[in-house]
């Protein structure tokens, strides 16, 4: 059932996993990112699919798990520099591609999501 959400749209949980797993594999590799993240991913994933589901429209998982997200707030331990930022936002690009989710949605996630990491960054280069 398509319910009208990117979520739904995109394929549902299946594909947003897919998506979290093409993305931490992208930021596993990327030099401007690996400084910030645990060198096991594990968890981080784990987590970060809770929250893509819940924000692409799906069931509430981040904040059954996590409460509420505060973003911001979360990520102040961590240096988010304007570099930071746009290499985050390429491996999402990137791991959109990978799984070939339609350019429609891709286009809709990224627009979304830039704004969401413009309000992370809390560091100047
Ligand atoms: C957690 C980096 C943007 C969602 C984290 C962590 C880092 C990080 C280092 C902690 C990982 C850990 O200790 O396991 C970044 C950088 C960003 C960025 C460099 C660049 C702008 C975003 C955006 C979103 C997001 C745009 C949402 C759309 C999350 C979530 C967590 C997280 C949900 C887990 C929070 C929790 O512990 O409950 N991020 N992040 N991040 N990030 Fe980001």
Redesign the pocket.
Known sequence: ANDGTIYEAIGGYDAVDQLNTAFYERVAQHSD?TP???EDLT??AR??LL?FVQ?FGGPRL?EEE?GH?M?RR??LP?E?TPT??NA?LECLEGALHDVEIAETYRTAILER?TL??NH??NTSE
Request: aromatic share 24%.
């Open positions: 990112l910030i993240f645990p968890e981080t987590i970060q929250f924000f981040y996590r997200p973003l979360r990520h961590f988010i930071r930022r985050w999501i969401t990491a992370m960054m």
